[in-house]
C-alpha cells in the first residue's frame, strides 16, 4: 500500500501530462474532438489506486533489485488507458451511468453532445482513443531485446482475454465465474502487469511461470472483492451505488450463493429484487441483508481466503524484495474497501 501511495502520485502526474500534450495534438480537429479525449482524461484521472502500475513495479522487483522503474512506470501509465479503455465500453455495454464518483463517459458525451446516439459512439471511440495511446506507448518502453517480442505478445494477449471474459460476462450465463474472472480481472490487472514488469527485469522462463500461478487466484479475489464491495461496500468509496450488482442482475459467486442459501421468502424477495432495477430501496437493502445472514457473504469471504493462499504459496523462488511486495498485493487485492 505504500508503494501504491507513492506511485499514485507520480502516475497521475504523468497522464496529466499526456492528456495535456493529446489536448493540444486534437485542437485543430476542434472542438468535438476535444471534448471526447476530455471525457477520457476525465475518467483515467478520476480516483483509481493504481494498482496496475504498482503490480508492474512489483513484477519488476520480483525479478531484479538493479533495474530502475522509470521504464515500469510508462507500462504502468499505458496499462491505466487500457483501464480507461476497458471501463468506458464496459459502462456502455451494462448501462452503467456512474463511474469512480462521476458520470460515466457515455453519459458526459450524450449530455455533451445532447443525443444518446452521438454519446454512446463517442464514448466507444473514447475507448479506442485510450488503447491506441496506450499502444504507443508500449511501442516505445526500452525492453531487454531478447524479451521484447514476448513483451508486445503479452500485453496484446492479457487484452484478448479480458476482451473474452467481457463476452462471456455480457451473456451472463458462463458455468464456471470464476473463469470468466480469470479471463477478464486476472489477465489485465494481476498476470500482464506482473509479466510485463518481469520481463522489464529480464525474467527467467520460472520466475515468468510463478508469477503466472501467482496472477489467477490474486486476480480472482480481486474480483471477488469487487462483487463483495458491489453489494455491502459504501458509494462514497466505491463511486458506484449501493447494491447495483443486484440490480443490474449480475450472477457473481456472491448472488448465486444467496439464491442457493435462501429460503421462503427471503428467496422469493431476493429473486424479485434480483434484475429489477425498478426495485425500492427498502427491497433492496433487504436482499442486502439477506445475502449476508443467509451465509453467502461469509462463503465468498471464505473463498476469497482460499485464493489468497493459494497465490500466496506461488511465491517461493522469487526475490525476497519482489516476494514481500507480492504478499503486501494478496492482502491490497483482496481485503481493499474501494
Request: charged share 25%.
Amino acid at each position: 500500500m505504500a508503494l501504491l501511495g507513492s506511485l499514485k502520485r507520480d502516475i497521475d502526474a504523468r497522464l496529466a501530462a499526456l492528456f495535456e500534450a493529446e489536448l493540444k495534438r486534437v485542437a485543430p480537429l476542434g472542438q468535438g474532438a476535444a471534448d471526447m479525449v476530455l471525457a477520457c482524461r476525465d475518467l483515467c484521472l478520476r480516483g483509481g489506486k493504481r494498482v496496475r502500475p504498482g503490480l508492474v513495479v512489483a513484477g519488476l522487483r520480483a525479478v531484479s533489485a538493479t533495474r530502475e522503474p522509470a521504464a515500469a512506470l510508462e507500462v504502468g501509465v499505458a496499462l491505466e488507458l487500457v483501464q480507461g479503455y476497458f471501463l468506458i465500453h464496459d459502462d456502455w455495454m451494462d448501462r452503467d451511468l456512474v463511474r469512480r464518483g462521476g458520470p460515466s463517459v457515455h453519459a458526459q458525451l450524450t449530455r455533451r453532445f445532447r443525443s444518446e446516439h452521438l454519446g454512446a459512439a463517442s464514448a466507444i471511440l473514447a475507448g479506442d482513443f485510450a488503447v491506441a495511446v496506450a499502444q504507443r506507448l508500449i511501442a516505445e518502453v526500452p525492453v531487454p531485446p531478447r524479451h521484447h517480442g514476448e513483451f508486445l505478445k503479452v500485453f496484446a494477449e492479457m487484452q484478448v482475454d479480458a476482451v473474452l471474459g467481457q463476452q462471456l460476462d455480457l451473456l451472463n450465463r458462463a458455468d464456471d465465474p470464476e473463469l470468466t474472472y480469470a479471463l477478464k480481472t486476472a489477465s489485465y490487472t494481476v498476470r500482464g502487469p506482473l509479466l510485463l514488469g518481469a520481463l522489464l527485469g529480464g525474467a527467467r522462463p520460472a520466475e515468468l511461470s510463478a508469477l503466472s500461478r501467482f496472477a489467477r487466484p490474486a486476480g480472482v479475489a480481486f474480483q471477488l472483492r469487487d462483487d463483495l464491495l458491489g453489494v455491502f461496500g459504501r458509494s462514497r468509496e466505491t463511486g458506484k451505488p449501493r447494491g447495483s450488482d443486484l440490480a443490474r442482475g449480475s450472477r457473481t459467486p456472491l448472488i448465486l450463493a444467496g439464491l442457493r442459501r435462501a429460503r421462503g421468502e427471503e428467496r422469493q424477495l431476493l429473486q424479485r429484487v434480483h434484475g429489477n432495477k425498478d426495485a425500492s430501496l427498502t427491497e433492496l437493502e433487504r436482499a442486502i441483508q439477506i445475502l449476508e445472514s443467509s451465509g453467502a457473504r461469509a462463503e465468498v469471504e471464505a473463498r476469497i481466503q482460499e485464493l489468497e493462499r493459494e497465490a500466496t504459496s506461488a511465491l517461493s523462488g522469487l526475490r525476497r524484495g519482489g516476494h514481500d511486495l507480492l504478499l503486501g498485493a494478496v492482502s491490497a487485492l483482496g481485503s481493499r474497501r474501494s
